[in-house]
């Protein structure tokens, strides 16, 4: 049976009278760091909390212990909180409230929103960090009014968030957009997955440095140093090269596969701006012979569009309607 959508258009109200002019509690689950954030009726982020994931610990006690605790800072601020979104990597069975598997935060088949709702007694979203990020993309960000985008976050890792008619498309088996190991090195380096030649060994924020530093580059250096870097050291402009085309390859795919409107860059490989931008669209360019690619835009919420999009889950879950445009940002993204 084919999972449902999720829904990113705006909600109506369900029977009966919901609670108004409430907040929301929105967590986005990283491999390093866990975001939390209440956000207010208006989509103002009111109190955030950023804790390390312990993913060699016990990551999910760490983030239930985060969830009670922007509870009770919600609490103390007499805001009271009317649903909680989660949202994280891997695959995520949105229906059952279940993570199935997560590699990088150690999850396997946990019940996360019976967990939560526990701790909490609130209504509780789960969701995957990408699609509820296209969700807030297409509801508020760089999606907006489109009939379909892709959305692609770069960070640790790299997934893809393909939204059509507003939806984003979770498939069959909640796995639908792991277009980080999708090849465009057939052959190449060997990607922790098992497979060889990746595109998230090559262009996702993790995957360059963890290459720059096998090839030799300066020792602890993460992604925007290299970035930085590319202008006086070789080995950074020849990482960053190979990563930009690569980018572009995958997105000539994309495109020849789902002729989106829309291609949107997030995540913090994104905060980059026109460095990336400008060889990533010549990528593209160059892949397509035949016909025009794409606009390719950043995300309009950067590395807030997962909980931007935790946030909309969560007011769903309450009963609370998402207008259009909810949760907007205030200033434009960069690399546009």
């Known amino acids: 049976m084919i999972p449902p959508v999720i829904s990113a258009r705006s909600d109506t109200s369900p029977p009966g009278e919901p609670p108004t002019g409430r907040s929301v509690l929105a967590v986005d689950v ?7 954030a209440v956000f207010g009726e208006d989509g103002q982020v009111r109190h955030s909390i950023v804790v390390p994931s312990r993913a060699d610990g016990d990551p999910v006690g760490a983030l239930r212990e985060l969830c009670r605790r922007l509870r009770a800072e919600a609490l103390a601020s007499d805001v009271a909180p009317a649903g909680i979104g989660v949202v994280t990597p891997g695959i995520v069975d949105e229906a059952a409230g279940l993570v199935r598997y997560a590699s990088n935060i150690r999850f396997r088949d946990v019940p996360l929103r019976a967990l939560v709702h526990d701790d909490l007694a609130l209504p509780v979203a789960i969701g995957h960090d990408a699609r509820a990020a296209g969700v807030a993309e297409a509801v508020a960000g760089a999606g907006r009014g489109l009939a379909n985008f892709v959305l692609l976050p770069l960070g640790t890792g790299i997934a893809a968030t393909v939204v059509l008619d507003g939806d984003p498309v979770p498939g069959t088996a909640w796995s639908a957009g792991e277009v980080g190991h999708m090849p465009v090195y057939p052959g190449g380096e060997p990607c922790s997955c098992g497979q060889r030649g990746c595109l998230e060994v090559y262009a996702s924020a993790g995957g360059l440095a963890r290459r720059y530093a096998r090839l030799g580059g300066t020792p602890g250096l993460d992604s925007r140093a290299i970035a930085a870097a590319t202008a006086t050291d070789p080995l950074a402009g020849s990482v960053w090269d190979t990563a930009t085309q690569a980018l572009g390859i995958a997105l000539a795919t994309l495109t020849l596969t789902l002729d989106p409107a829309r291609i949107v860059l997030g995540g913090g490989l994104a905060e980059a701006g026109t460095h990336l931008f400008d060889p990533v669209r010549d990528a593209l360019r160059a892949a397509l012979a035949w016909r025009t690619a794409p606009e390719v835009v950043p995300s309009a919420f950067g590395v807030q569009a997962a909980q931007v999009g935790a946030a909309i889950l969560a007011r769903r ?19 546009s």
């Not at 990283?30 to 939390?36: F, N, R, V």
């Not at 879950?317 to 690399?335: F, M, R, T």
């Open 30 to 36: 990283g491999a390093t760091t866990m975001k939390g």
């Open 317 to 335: 879950a309450a009963g609370l309607p998402v207008p259009d445009g909810w949760a907007a940002p205030v200033s434009a993204p960069v690399g």
